[in-house]
């Protein structure tokens, strides 16, 4: 856990890396204009197109070739109306068009979670207090241990296990995870509000499973009762399709090695500047090409997001080079790397912190580790000096 933001760094020096960040941000605001409207109206069509055609395909999935090509469609029009459009959008990256269609108060997504609580947890919960222990609840999402400085539980053990079925579900995982019992069982939420939250995921989540086994299914039912479940199957898959790569990317963002965690005491008067140095310090990146930031909601830029949540998601790649400049000349941890070996740090971090034991010595090494990195390097042409010997008595 760390217990400064940077403490290599001075209260000076933190602060001015926060000014140059405001006029980083400041920069790219006043530069937004028609070349960004295009690319959000030009995502908006492909999926939608997407969406048409896999629907469109999916009326004959009794067809092994309209099947494959609709399934496939279905999922990546999923993932982008997931991760570019709805996660985006409403995060309010799209409001300066004034666009009452593409606007963070208007905008519903293909989701299970209602955007109303999704706002909530995430935009203000998750973005606001980033990786602080006791604060962010989507450090683990409740459920699992991902830091040694997190209380352990037996029912922890099983970890390894369920973050795969919360994999495959992980639109429900993260409506559940709205809802906000653990909050309930704590008494930090009433009943009443609970009751509240309860009724709006009841009335999203039969929209959207009347939505893609129901209605669309049924049409199939054209060139027959086959297709009508041949349908219902490939809405699951395209579905699963979405939850597993959406698990993935945004856990490669957020559990990482390299990621830092934050005691709450952090938050005490801490500045814009600390603020900064929390969020690049709390998040990953993934390096990859175009298409592959595009399929990622650009969240594949983790730190650029998170320092600046608002910004349209196609400017992320653009700063994120000068971003990784700063970092690196304040002496920051810049984390990234592919997808694949990321990933396979995060499924490390869930077996590792499902034990105890291992957890709290492989916490202990790493402290250590960290500790003799800090400390001075004597030269090799340096002459040994004797310390006294501290006789007993």
């Not at 856990?1 to 140059?20: K, N, R, S, V």
């Not at 108060?105 to 973005?127: R, V």
């Not at 957020?254 to 008067?269: A, D, I, K, S, Y």
Request: with cysteine; net charge positive.
């Amino acid at each position: 856990m760390t217990t400064l933001t940077a403490d290599h760094l001075t209260d000076e020096q933190i602060e001015a890396l926060g000014a140059e960040l405001d006029a980083l941000r400041a920069e790219v605001v006043a530069s937004l204009g028609e070349r960004d409207a295009r690319y959000i109206h030009k995502i908006i069509k492909t999926q939608r197109g997407l969406d048409a055609a896999a629907r469109a395909l999916l009326l004959f999935a009794k067809y092994p070739p309209a099947w494959i090509a609709g399934t496939a469609a279905l999922s990546v029009a999923k993932i982008l109306e997931n991760m570019e459009l709805g996660h985006n959008i409403m995060h309010g990256q799209w409001d300066w068009m004034r666009d009452p269609k593409i606007h963070s108060t208007t905008w519903e997504w293909d989701h299970a979670s209602a955007a109303e609580g999704w706002k909530k947890s995430h935009n203000f919960e998750h973005h606001t207090y980033t990786n602080v222990l006791g604060k962010d609840r989507d450090l683990g999402y409740s459920i699992m241990r991902i830091s040694p400085d997190q209380p352990w539980h037996p029912l922890h053990l099983t970890q390894p296990v369920y973050n795969q079925l919360l994999a495959l579900f992980f639109e429900w995982g993260v409506a559940f995870y709205d809802l906000e019992v653990d909050l309930v069982q704590e008494g930090k939420k009433s009943k009443a509000a609970f009751r509240h939250d309860l009724k709006r995921f009841w009335r999203k989540a039969r929209r959207q499973l009347t939505k893609d086994f129901v209605l669309f299914p049924a049409l199939s039912v054209v060139s027959g009762p086959q297709s009508v479940v041949a349908s219902m199957v490939a809405s699951f898959v395209a579905n699963s399709v979405r939850n597993f790569w959406a698990h993935a990317v945004i856990f490669c963002g957020h559990f990482p090695e390299g990621v830092e965690t934050f005691p709450e005491e952090q938050l005490e008067g801490e500045t814009r500047g600390q603020w900064y140095v929390r969020q690049m310090m709390g998040s990953a990146n993934l390096s990859g090409g175009p298409l592959f930031h595009t399929m990622t909601g650009n969240l594949s830029h983790q730190i650029e997001h998170h320092i600046f949540p608002d910004i349209p998601s196609n400017r992320y790649a653009e700063i994120a080079p000068r971003v990784r400049e700063i970092c690196e000349r304040y002496g920051l941890r810049y984390t990234t790397g592919p997808l694949r070996k990321q990933y396979a740090t995060v499924l490390r971090k869930i077996n590792r912190y499902a034990l105890p034991r291992r957890a709290e010595t492989a916490a202990l090494k790493a402290r250590t580790a960290a500790s003799l990195a800090a400390l001075p390097v004597r030269p090799a042409d340096a002459p040994v000096v004797q310390q006294p010997v501290r006789l007993a008595g």
